[in-house]
């Protein structure tokens, strides 16, 4: 399958843009639904990055990645990257760790030989991005504290041995237990990214060619602008909504039933109707409902300054509220069937 085409982010773009003009103090840490197209925007802006900066240099790292050189490391200019990558690696290899999340590690190595092939060692005035994709899960939970603090760091020190104009990281994550731990930091600049608007879902769900049967707008109100599960519906499911509903109900079907099993299915209701009761009602329970559905992915805040836009706006029709918001609706509708199957209509 060839790529799909970039849609808009126009925005997104632009955001990023100006947070790599200068230096920043802390990294930047983006979170959003998965799916939402994060890897997707920040390889785009990559590609794009000597348009906007001709003097300088970004790097993306791909922390999952553990075979494929090419894929784990990329960059902004034509220069032998998965060269560097490779001894970046071999550096670690002793360790017995994943190619990606090594790469991760060796940040100082990979900007040391991009100096050193690219600018004759010199990146004084220059313009430097580190993009470190998916790194919670590269690393596990109980390592992202201790990886803050190392990246703060490791962005000082690399600010006052090469002086560059600008050095910055940005740091992705989907993970809902992760959110927590980076969001009590003060070495981290945490922002978020949601979902396609409707006008730009509906322009990729065209290019994806659907059958006439299958119509916007009940797409758009089972996965609320996410381009990742669009293209699953597609390319997995082709097109079969019914049978995408089916296989997703049955993965909610244990998270359905801790949630009865912990008595928490008003608070589920309330959140069904409204995400914004989360907020509104912060009772122990309420909270001990909303770590559970956070940490399986299926909830999150979005109460935080949007990284990237300021045109954010709460639908409670897709679920999405000022404070928290349901990932994609197909989540919210299928426990909602779950908990009437339980007898709590």
Not at 115 to 127: Q, V
Not at 268 to 288: Q, R, V
């Amino acid at each position: 399958m060839s790529e799909l085409r970039f849609i808009n982010r126009v925005r997104e773009v632009e955001a990023f843009k100006d947070w790599a003009s200068e230096s920043r103090a802390t990294p930047l840490y983006i979170y959003g639904p998965e799916g939402c197209g994060k890897t997707r925007l920040l390889r785009e802006f990559v590609k794009r990055f000597n348009d906007f900066f001709t003097d300088g240099v970004a790097v993306y790292i791909d922390a999952l990645e553990d075979r494929d050189v090419k894929k784990a490391l990329t960059s902004s200019m034509l220069i032998d990257i998965s060269k560097i990558g490779l001894e970046a690696y071999m550096d670690l290899l002793h360790q017995s760790i994943p190619l990606g999340h090594a790469l991760s590690r060796s940040i100082s190595l990979i900007i040391d030989k991009i100096a050193e092939k690219a600018f004759r060692r010199s990146l004084k005035n220059k313009h430097i991005l580190i993009i470190i994709d998916d790194v919670v899960r590269a690393i596990g939970l109980d390592r992202v504290e201790h990886y803050v603090k190392w990246l703060y760091e490791l962005k000082w020190k690399l600010e006052e041995e090469y002086k560059p104009k600008a050095i910055n990281f940005i740091v992705t994550t989907s993970e809902g237990k992760s959110l927590k731990l980076i969001f009590r930091h003060r070495h981290t600049h945490p922002k978020f990214i949601w979902n396609l608007d409707k006008k730009s879902f509906e322009e990729l769900f065209y290019e994806l060619t659907p059958p006439p049967n299958i119509k916007i707008d009940d797409v758009w109100n089972l996965l609320g602008g996410n381009p990742g599960k669009l293209v699953e519906l597609a390319k997995d499911f082709r097109w079969d909504l019914e049978s995408m509903v089916k296989i997703y109900t049955g993965k909610l079907k244990d998270v359905a039933t801790i949630i009865y099993s912990k008595g928490l299915t008003e608070e589920l209701k309330a959140l069904i109707n409204n995400p914004d009761n989360g907020f509104k009602t912060p009772t122990e329970s309420m909270l001990t409902l909303i770590d559970i559905l956070v940490e399986t992915n299926l909830f999150m805040r979005t109460g935080i300054t949007l990284a990237v836009s300021n045109d954010f706006k709460p639908d409670k029709e897709v679920g999405i509220g000022e404070d928290f918001g349901w990932q994609i609706p197909i989540y919210r509708d299928i426990l909602l069937k779950l908990l009437k199957k339980f007898g709590n209509e």
